[in-house]
């Protein structure tokens, strides 16, 4: 459910018409809804609520400052995979002990900082990064928290660039050898085992490969503990899908995803992390464009957006569908007619959509592309030079620029020209 309906024949955020952000900001911008994020990040919270727990907000799916403090101050987590990340994360007002670091290039400068500042724990993803961060927390004088991200080599049913837990990934370790690494772990001076970590990967629409990974998780919780490891806390990573579309079947809910994990792991006395990015923000944005021709090509329609592949990617990407709506309710009934949706970037995959059937829209109309929210505006870059997209935050009958739309001076102003030109 979300936040973005029509109201008197007008696409609405909340309670805000979104032609009314459009014509104050300019197009291309992204919407989103207090109210959305709020009650998503609340549902995961629910869910877990049969025990001790933590929603860590995988915040790589959208990682303005406005969106982390609503979410920090409604007690979310943090889920950081970079420098860049964490600094967001503490910006945001989150305390260090909410804070989990993943990923499988964590620097020395950021293992550094996140032990300076605080950390909850590190999801370490191999041997040599273990023996790094014993090696700064011991120069440091701390003992860092860790848990093992453990690869279950379960197939997650998802599209390949963003399935995680399979044996050729290049993430976490397998879990074949987990006793043995856990031993390492143990033995080094720097290190404090707090637990266990996986992530299978994303945008997953059954809940049966969590199942069977967790299941996994729960077996080597048993042989960790007799091997004489303290697992305090199951880390279960992120992942869970969220309908793209109108007609295809719905994903499963937090609420079933939070019965599951209670039925296969509640009895182990852990306390439960988990890393939602896309469920929590997907729904939660919108990307508003304005057409600005209609092209007829050969046997096809052009609709050519102010939106590209620069600011939203994941078509072009992952062939991700994103349904595409104009901003003033069509009529009911009324005709469609199939376009190809492209933007004005110079690569034949600047493409959103093909034959897409949509009602009538023309110059000038404003459209939205739903499910925008997560790996949207954080995955936008300046190719072609288009301004880096801004990003407006509604609540309720207000809303906000959270992040300008930089103009072309301060776009080129931030190159130098070296002395010998
Ligand atoms: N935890 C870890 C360790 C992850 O790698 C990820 C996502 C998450 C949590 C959050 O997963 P989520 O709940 O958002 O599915 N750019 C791609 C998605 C990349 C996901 C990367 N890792 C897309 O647009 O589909």
């Known amino acids: ?61 959208a990682s303005n400052q406005a969106i982390l403090t609503t979410l920090a101050q409604a007690g979310a987590g943090m889920d950081v995979v970079s420098g860049g990340e964490y600094a967001r994360a503490r910006a945001a007002g989150v305390p260090g002990d909410r804070i989990v670091f993943s990923g499988v290039g964590k620097t020395r400068a950021e293992i550094r900082t996140a032990l300076e500042g605080g950390i909850r724990q590190f999801n370490i993803e191999s041997e040599p990064e273990m023996e790094a961060v014993s090696d700064i ?21 998802t599209h390949a660039k963003i399935a995680t837990g399979k044996s050729e990934n290049k993430f976490g370790i397998p879990i074949a050898r987990a006793r043995e690494v856990y031993a390492r772990a143990a033995a080094l001076p720097g290190l404090r085992v707090v637990g266990i970590d ?17 299941r996994k998780v729960a077996d080597l919780t048993r042989a960790l503990r007799e091997d004489g490891h303290d697992i305090l ?78 600011d939203l990617i994941r078509p072009a990407m992952y062939d991700a569908h994103h349904d595409i709506v104009p901003v003033v309710e069509p009529d009911t009934g009324v005709e469609q007619a199939l376009f190809d949706i492209v933007g004005p970037v110079c690569e034949t995959g600047d493409t959103f959509a093909r034959a897409r059937p949509m009602p009538p829209v023309g110059p000038g109309d404003l459209v939205a592309f739903r499910s925008a929210g997560a790996y949207g505006a954080v995955m936008a870059s300046e190719y072609n030079t288009r301004a880096l997209v801004p990003e407006v935050l509604v609540n309720g009958d207000q809303f906000a620029v959270i992040r300008q739309r930089p103009s072309f001076d301060e776009i080129i102003k931030r190159d130098s020209i070296p002395a010998w030109l």
Not at 137 to 157: E, L
């Open 1 to 61: 459910m979300d936040h973005f309906l029509y109201r008197n024949g007008q696409l609405h955020a909340e309670d805000v018409p979104v032609a009314e952000i459009a014509a104050a900001v300019g197009t291309p911008v992204y919407i989103y809804s207090t109210a959305t994020l709020l009650r998503h990040f609340r549902l995961f919270d629910e869910a877990l609520d049969w025990g001790p727990h933590l929603v860590c907000y995988a915040m790589k799916a």
């Open 137 to 157: 927390a011991a120069a440091v004088g701390i003992s860092a928290p860790v848990t093992i991200r453990v690869n279950p080599d379960v197939d997650a049913k």
């Open 198 to 214: 996986v992530h299978i990967g994303s945008q997953l629409t059954q809940l049966e490969p969590f199942r069977q990974a967790y």
């Open 233 to 310: 806390r199951l880390d279960l990573g992120g992942g869970l899908g969220i309908p793209y579309t109108r007609s295809n079947e719905a994903p499963p809910l937090p609420t079933d995803y939070g019965q599951m994990i209670r039925e296969e792991l509640g009895d182990l006395g852990c306390e439960i992390e988990i890393e939602p990015g896309r469920l929590i923000v997907g729904n939660a944005g919108i990307l508003v464009s304005q057409v600005i021709y209609h092209k007829q090509g050969e046997g096809r329609d052009f609709l050519i957006l102010d939106a590209a592949m620069n």
